[in-house]
């Protein structure tokens, strides 16, 4: 497959939501129906994983990735995508360290591929590793674009491991649990901005309250 094929391919994986037969619809078209067939179905690294932690591919559009990097506008230090789809637009705009979470072989190797032929390899990160499993504890900002499913026992984590100074921002989806610092966007296009600081004082607040 030549280089504008895969530029085609990359950019119908990142505009619309693919699932087992839209995957091997898509993959048919550019010659990848076996890799399809195998991603699709066996995926053996997802299948490990306890289906309640499960992450299902939620893709973004420009205008949410344009509104997730407004909320982390000003910032710096090392910057997680619990995915892979906007760790070079957290590099260009001096979010750095970047390192991307990515679990999916197939989305793994495309981000890679993309980052390569942007000129970016090596200075954004691209991990094979399982979100839960990561360890979150140095990172100040987190891009999470995950379905709804995910958001409680991700909340969870990001209390335990987030320093005080960090930021969470949710794509398309906000923390059902928590009070945003900040948003931008409307619809399906909204992001929400969480300090960690603040969403500690609310929690310890609730927490206080009921013991009363």
């Not at 839209?22 to 997802?46: C, D, E, I, K, S």
């Not at 987190?142 to 709804?148: G, S, T």
């Not at 603040?198 to 206080?208: D, G, K, L």
Request: glycine fraction near 10%; charged fraction near 20%.
């Amino acid at each position: 497959m030549d280089a504008e094929a895969l530029d085609e391919l990359a950019g119908q994986l990142q505009g619309e939501a693919l699932g087992g037969r839209g995957l091997l619809q898509l993959a048919a078209t550019t010659g990848l129906a076996a890799y399809a067939v195998w991603a699709a179905v066996l995926m053996p690294g997802f299948r490990r994983v306890p289906l309640h932690l499960q992450v299902p591919y939620v893709p973004s559009s420009a205008q949410q990735v344009a509104n997730v990097m407004g909320l982390l506008r000003g910032r710096t230090g090392k910057t997680a995508d619990l995915g892979s789809g906007t760790v070079i637009e957290a590099y260009k705009q001096g979010l750095r360290p970047a390192v991307g979470y990515e679990l999916n072989p197939w989305l793994l190797w495309l981000a890679r591929y993309r980052a390569r032929r942007a000129g970016y390899e090596g200075k954004v990160s691209f991990l094979k590793q399982d979100l839960w499993k990561a360890n979150l504890s140095d990172c100040y900002n987190v891009i999470v674009f995950l379905a709804p499913s995910v958001k409680p026992p991700l909340a969870a984590k990001l209390l335990a491991e987030l320093p005080d100074e960090a930021r969470v921002v949710a794509g398309r989806f906000p923390f059902p649990s928590w009070t945003p610092s900040s948003t931008i966007g409307q619809g399906l296009e909204q992001a929400w901005a969480y300090d960690m600081k603040e969403v500690r004082r609310v929690a310890r607040s609730c927490t206080e309250g009921c013991a009363h």
